[in-house]
């Protein structure tokens, strides 16, 4: 039988579907993807944009990553929080970061939050929603600063506060109580850990630290775990087994350092082997 | 028989549930939209601008799914910049209507895009087109869309006249909008409109706390004890029943 090619076609492949649907017809179902939960937020201050997420990954009710990073780079003046799919947020946040720079250097001048935008939200519309991203995207360029959210389906909002994810309605309480315009930069991160944490402990699909990205029009800080709240108690007692708890029954030892015999090749064939080697004359 | 429901948003998908609508008067159009954005019971967007600007004179009005017609938008936003290079003058509002009809009646089964295109030209003055589901092209004086168009098609009806000034026709579109928005759930937060003339594009905005009010309730369920004790006697009378 051919093997078959492993370079497909541009595009999704489909031909998964029926084995997929025989499967689930039988009971098995589809293996959850890894999704981010979340709780990802974005707020405009006096100075520039904070950015804030939470850093639990999850796999249907299993934490698959205590600490994962959800504010990804796309500019050194912008970045982008990713909600759904962690996958699709991971992919298309690198594919446009990378999209972007060539970007830049064709047109010469500094990247914009609208162009990231309209890359992100003209790829996810052209995929239908089946691209489950879901982004905040905030940054400082030429005109400003700019946050803006894309939902998985392409469509867009631009907002001076944006929360998303699973989290995104108790964020979004905690932001409708307590954002005002013009806020400083301490008031702000408050506001964002705030925030984040709301999500944090009141969404099951949201936990661990807070991380937080201040963008200025100088420069940009990424504040990696700024809050940890979940931090692992001391175990009360030691739960080490005494050496001599399993009985032994017997020992073998084996070296795993391997033993080589080398058998150089006759002189004639070292001779060919060394004709054929670069002439470097 | 399959039937494809055009109408129907798929699972996740942010609804521009809405009311919106567009009124031509003697010099010019005045097009408005509730701006309330919603991902099933949740607002994702209570400040939404639905009045969307594809030319300089030329807008237009989404409802839907907020995708679908911010895209479709985006696309004849460019075709019109293309056109006015290319012919040197601005595209009619009918160039501009027909460019949207084209996209929602060819792609019709992939897209749900309720879109009422209004502004002013040259050749014609002020015009009003409607495109609704299906992708049909309508030109109508005045037109309303989106879920809570429904709710007030007779208050419509009964109070459009011909003739009107700018601020007769803004007073309309204020209060249809403002009865629209208190019986439609999906429609909702503050009020955003457009004067379009020949000279200007004017953007007016109604916070909700300042939107128009009518009946409230307040004769039936007053603070007088009497009507009040007769209410409940009334009530108990009816529950017993």
């Known amino acids: 039988m051919a093997t078959a090619s492993v370079y497909k076609g541009a595009g999704f492949d489909f031909t998964n579907e029926v084995r997929n649907t025989f499967l689930t017809e039988r009971g098995i179902p589809l293996p959850k993807a890894t999704s981010t939960g979340t709780t990802i937020v974005g707020c405009l201050f006096k100075d520039g944009i904070i950015l804030g997420a939470d850093t639990r990954a999850t796999e249907g009710p299993i934490v698959a990553d205590k600490n994962c990073e959800k504010i990804h780079y796309i500019t050194d003046n912008i970045r982008c929080c990713g909600a759904g799919t962690a996958a699709d947020t991971e992919f298309t946040t690198a594919l446009i970061s990378s999209n972007m720079e060539l970007h830049a250097l064709s047109t010469g001048r500094k990247p914009r939050v609208v162009t990231a935008m309209t890359m992100l939200k003209q790829m996810l519309f052209r995929y239908q929603g089946h691209i489950g991203a879901a982004l905040v995207l905030g940054g400082v360029d030429a005109t400003g600063p700019q946050l803006f959210t894309i939902h998985p389906h392409g469509s867009t909002d631009k907002l001076p506060y944006v929360t998303m994810g699973s989290g995104s309605l108790a964020a979004m309480a905690v932001f409708e109580a307590k954002w005002q315009p013009n806020m400083e930069r301490e008031d702000a991160l408050e506001l964002v850990c705030a925030a984040i944490s709301a999500g944090i402990f009141n969404d099951l699909g949201s936990g661990s630290n807070v991380d937080a990205c201040v963008i200025t029009a100088s420069h940009t800080e990424m504040l990696r775990n700024f809050v940890k709240p979940n931090e692992r108690v001391q175990k009360e007692r030691s739960y080490q087994f005494r050496r001599g ?11 795993l350092v391997v033993e080589e015999d080398i058998t150089h090749l006759t002189s004639a064939g070292r001779g060919a082997a060394e004709g054929e080697a670069m002439d470097t004359s | 028989m399959e039937t494809i429901d055009i109408a129907r948003l798929k699972s996740g998908e942010v609804n521009l549930g809405t009311s919106i609508m567009a009124v031509q008067f003697d010099g010019g159009v005045v097009v408005g939209a509730d701006s309330r954005t919603t991902t099933g019971s949740y607002i994702a967007n209570r400040v939404t601008d639905k009045l969307t600007h594809v030319h300089d004179r030329i807008y237009c009005c989404r409802s839907g799914s907020a ?3 911010q895209a479709i938008a985006d696309i004849v936003h460019y075709y019109l910049q293309i056109h006015t290079q290319t012919t040197g003058s601005a595209p009619s ?70 003739g009107w000034g700018r601020d007769e026709t803004v007073e309309f579109v204020k209060n249809t909008l403002a009865l629209a928005m208190s019986r439609d759930g999906s429609s909702g937060g503050v009020i955003r409109m457009c004067v379009i003339t020949e000279d200007k594009v004017e953007r007016l905005f109604i916070p909700g706390d300042q939107l128009p009010k009518f009946w409230q309730g307040k004769e039936v369920l007053g603070t007088d004890i009497k009507k009040d004790a007769d209410l409940a006697a009334a009530v108990a009378m009816a529950v017993d029943a």
Request: aromatic content about 12%.
């Open chain 1, 245 to 255: 708890t399993t009985a032994v029954k017997k020992e073998e030892i084996r070296s």
């Open chain 2, 67 to 69: 995708a679908d017609t």
């Open chain 2, 93 to 162: 509002v009918h160039t501009a209507a027909t460019m949207f009809q084209k996209l929602c009646y060819d792609n019709k089964d992939a897209l749900s895009a309720g879109i009422i295109v209004a502004g002013w030209d040259k050749e014609v003055g002020p015009s009003v087109y409607n495109i609704p589901l299906g992708g049909g092209l309508f030109r109508q004086p005045w037109a309303i869309g989106g879920s809570g168009s429904t709710y007030v098609y007779g208050y419509c009806d009964a109070t459009y006249k011909e």
